[in-house]
């Protein structure tokens, strides 16, 4: 570490609150709320995090810390692997405006080492990168946001004219749970604008038609279909 590094880091260490690993444990046990932000990078927060922690790079962390923490008047922790990271990360969230910037001492290392709790985050695969490619490059979605979008369930009302097109859509987009309402079958009159079905399916139930279009599309969406109205008698149990 050069000179101009080691001032800026006693500098860091002069103004800046640092809470060791066990301490920070101490505090949630007993019920505090405050932030927790990861700053390492990617194959880092991959390899295991603290649990309920926010990952914001430190590359990042001007353009990506007040979304992820707006309110600046409240105690918010950060850590990195041992903690110099954080330390500096910790000085520029001052100079930003956060009034209670905290770094852990010894950073993930100590607290890995201490034998506390920490969570593996859950990951897109291989084929999941690929197809959610154009997703991922999208800021305000990303991975966590297609998780997300995996994690949600759709429940559309009617596989026609608007439910034929939206179904794709959301299968596409990765929507992991699409229910389908429609008692009806597919009919030849159907299929210039009911873009879900196909001439081999005429006289098919609507909803089977759609699963069969939907998991033909995207393996990783589920499709729940209800070939029934939807009405005062069987909403609760459908939705």
């Not at 926010?54 to 990195?80: K, M, S, T, W």
């Not at 905290?102 to 993930?108: E, F, L, P």
């Not at 079905?197 to 279009?213: D, P, Y």
């Amino acid at each position: 570490m050069g000179e101009a590094s080691q001032k800026m880091l006693r500098k860091a260490r002069g103004s800046v609150t640092e809470w060791t690993a066990t301490e920070v444990r101490r505090r949630l046990e007993a019920g505090e709320r405050f932030p927790v932000v990861d700053v390492r990078e990617k194959l880092e927060w991959n390899d295991g995090h603290l649990p309920e922690a926010v990952h914001v790079p430190r590359g990042f962390l001007e353009l990506q810390i007040e979304e992820a923490v707006p309110e600046r008047d409240q105690p918010i922790l950060l850590y990195c692997a041992g903690g110099v990271r954080s330390l500096l990360a910790a000085e520029t969230l001052k100079q930003m405006g956060y009034t209670q910037p905290i770094s852990m001492a010894g950073g993930y290392t100590a607290w890995k080492n201490a034998g506390l709790p920490t969570v593996l985050p859950r990951m897109l695969g291989d084929d999941q990168r690929k197809r959610y490619s154009r997703h991922l490059l999208v800021p305000e979605v990303g991975e966590s946001g297609q998780l997300k979008l995996l994690d949600a369930k759709v429940l559309l009302l009617g596989a026609g004219g608007l439910g034929a097109p939206a179904a794709l859509y959301l299968a596409a987009a990765g929507v992991g749970t699409i229910g389908l309402v429609d008692p009806d079958v597919v009919e030849a009159s159907n299929l210039q604008r009911q873009i879900i079905h196909s001439t081999a399916r005429v006289g098919q139930l609507k909803v089977e038609s759609a699963r069969q279009t939907i998991e033909a599309l995207n393996p990783d969406v589920r499709v729940i279909t209800h070939n029934e109205w939807l009405d005062r008698s069987n909403v609760a149990r459908i939705i």
